[in-house]
């Protein structure tokens, strides 16, 4: 047996222990886990330098050294982040539907954990203990495949989360992290499909693509955020222009962040010079088509790859449409289905626009900013879904458990022939 | 392009006329849909009769031949479930949360189409109505890729579904039937990850295993259904006898038929030999463990493989265990996620046998039987998912959807510092 099925194997067969446990069980291990990463801080921290270090003579570039690094304040972070997991409430055993039906069986839809999920991501070694943390409050156990740039800062704070579990009396295999780093490897990991309920890559389009590729288990994929604000002809200007700047600007680099701006033709000559101000204040270039260069001069030519860019950074596509209709059209062609907003006072425009998209989140007179685990109510995400199955949109604890059915009867039986006593 | 790529986005661009269809236009197409199968009644069974010919010329056998023929009753039938499947509620548009956020936010969760359905399945036409008339009940348009052997009958069913349609000014599209049924074009449809959203797979284990093998896109699998029941130490005897007999002779060829009994030792000695005198005489062949065979003089022997069939026919696996927790480790062995059941008065061991087992359908006191779509309370169903994601167990018309978030506002932003006006 290769090494990376066996490691699977204990970590499925340890499973039921982490799924048989209560609510409180579970809110203590996640608090004690809490408390192992405060104590080990430095020992992270010094894992951590290690891998700042390796990435640095790679010539790794300012975000991505960003994004691995460590500090004191982020492992507390880190730490605080699996207090509120904790907090959550839990999604095992719910039940979510009762019915008697005309037999006389009770049929209850209950939740259960999915069993085993595998976490595929790369350079923040914060997904390490978040993963972890609510795919444990969900029952789960979890295999962590995270990227070789952060090894030693995945190893350390495993190795936190491991602590844990032992005071707590639970298989360590229950938070397995893969060491061995080869594409193989994480190949096998993603055919393992007797072992394996599910897949979540996090990470950029190369990542998900190649998860997506070559992936025989199920996977959810958490894809590009090209989100778009559609300015109707019936906006409040300066309503539109709070959500404009919120979305582009609060948090550039994140999926929620809008990257394309559709205004309609009877708003644009009022609303486009008002954002363009607002937008240049905050150094933001502006990409637009003829009709929104002719009111904002200082705008480039938009092209068509532009219309389909997550930039991620302080660039907004623009273009004026003559209808609602033409908006929904844009965005049906370039959208990555994660977040839409409207801008309207007619709510017969609001509920067209609403009814034809089928994005995971779609807002209307809100920000995209808040297409977010904890600003939609979910407490933490797992991540964003774009994949129409399963969960769509923001993922919580509870996407990480299925409804099964249990029924109660008293003898009931469908053919009368089949009774004997 | 080739032809299955581009029907399959003719479809996939036929989708929004189905999805933006209300309930009473849906059941009204469903309806003329079954009207029109009624019309044209001869001309499906002329091209069953085609069917029929061809299969026995290949030498097919008689369970199968029986699957693929039809007569009026069967096509009256078919008609039937169609109007039946126009009476369930509408899944579409189904707001299933509501939330006020600390934000002022209004978070709905709200059902929405997947978008295109690809049914892959064998030798019953029947299937070809019954699929397409559940995923256009929740919005879905539908790739049929039906068996070779039933190919003329499918397609004389697809053109009465096509003219109710095109009556309601309908897309043909949005019911596409494939007729190039060469293995690599499968493939390829399986393959389409930006068109299709759904792969489900209906028939035997070889063309699931092959489905599996070749998708990208997500599947739910309908796997074999290995069910229990277990009889416990505190059953009731003749309410066991009940279950026993109405789950293993009752239908002894669909997958929520009983395969295996296991029997509490305390219970075997009052139990096995009712057992045996009640299948003996609907002539069941038993295969037992020792213990079983010192009870039923009658039973043969049973070898591992006999535990982990499913024999859709008159035999029964049986072992004696000497615990319900001896009779969990056996489901979690052999067992295939499908149904298991536990008949007992004690309530304590049927709280811990569901929670023990993580199959689809868990019965307490009732028969594996009423592991279905109509008995449980979903109306029709399009299968019985035995993949732990999205659906498991039986699925109806609200699996073919999602949720969705929709939010309201009214100029909410994340960031105080994005406010202009």
Do not use: W
């Not at 507390?76 to 904790?86: C, F, K, M, S, T």
């Not at 700047?245 to 010079?273: I, M, Q, W, Y």
């Not at 509920?351 to 995209?368: D, E, G, Y």
């Amino acid at each position: 047996m290769s090494d990376i099925r066996s490691l699977a194997l204990a970590c499925r067969d340890a499973a039921p222990a982490v799924a048989m446990l209560d609510t409180e069980a579970k809110r203590s291990l996640l608090r004690d886990m809490a408390s192992s990463l405060g104590r080990r801080t430095a020992t992270i921290l010094e894992a951590n330098a290690l891998d700042m270090r390796a990435a640095s003579e790679k010539g790794l570039q300012g975000a991505m050294l960003d994004r691995l690094k460590l500090d004191e304040g982020r492992v507390a972070d880190i730490a605080q982040a699996l207090r509120e997991v904790a907090e959550l409430s839990d999604p095992v055993g719910m039940v979510t539907r009762r019915e008697v039906r005309p037999s006389g069986i009770v049929v209850e839809r209950v939740r259960i954990p999915l069993g085993v999920v595998a976490m595929i991501y790369e350079a923040r070694p914060n997904v390490t203990a978040d993963a972890a943390a609510l795919c444990l409050m969900a029952g789960n156990a979890v295999i962590l495949r995270g990227g070789s740039e952060a090894i030693h800062s995945n190893r350390a704070i495993a190795a936190a989360l491991h602590e844990a579990l032992e005071s707590h009396g639970l298989p360590q295999a229950v938070v397995t992290l893969v060491e061995d780093l080869r594409r193989e490897t994480m190949v096998e990991l993603l055919q393992l499909t007797d072992i394996v309920d599910l897949a979540i890559p996090r990470g950029g389009e190369g990542l998900i693509r190649f998860v997506t590729e070559h992936a025989r288990v199920p996977v959810i994929k958490h894809y590009k955020g090209v989100c778009h604000l559609y300015v109707d002809r019936a906006a409040d200007p300066l309503l539109a222009l709070d959500l404009l700047v919120d979305g582009k600007t609060s948090r550039p680099g994140v999926c929620n962040a809008l990257e394309t701006l559709l205004v309609h033709r009877d708003a644009a000559a009022e609303f486009l010079p008002l954002a363009a101000a607002a937008l240049k204040k905050r150094r933001v270039e502006m990409r637009g088509d003829d009709a929104t260069r002719a009111l904002v001069p200082c705008a480039s030519q938009a092209s068509d790859d532009d219309y389909a860019a997550e930039f991620l950074d302080l660039i907004l596509a623009v273009r004026v449409v003559d209808s609602l209709d033409e908006a929904i059209a844009h965005i049906r062609r370039y959208g990555s289905d994660h977040t839409e907003v409207i801008a309207t006072r007619d709510e017969a425009a609001a509920r067209r626009f609403v009814q034809s998209l089928r994005s995971a989140v779609v807002m209307v007179n809100a920000s995209s900013r808040f297409s977010d685990g904890g600003q939609i109510g979910l407490g933490a995400e797992i991540g964003i879904s774009t994949t129409r199955l399963h969960a769509y949109g923001p993922m919580g604890a509870e996407s990480l458990t299925i409804e099964r059915f249990v029924v109660h009867g008293d003898g009931q039986i469908r053919h009368p022939e089949s009774h004997v006593g």
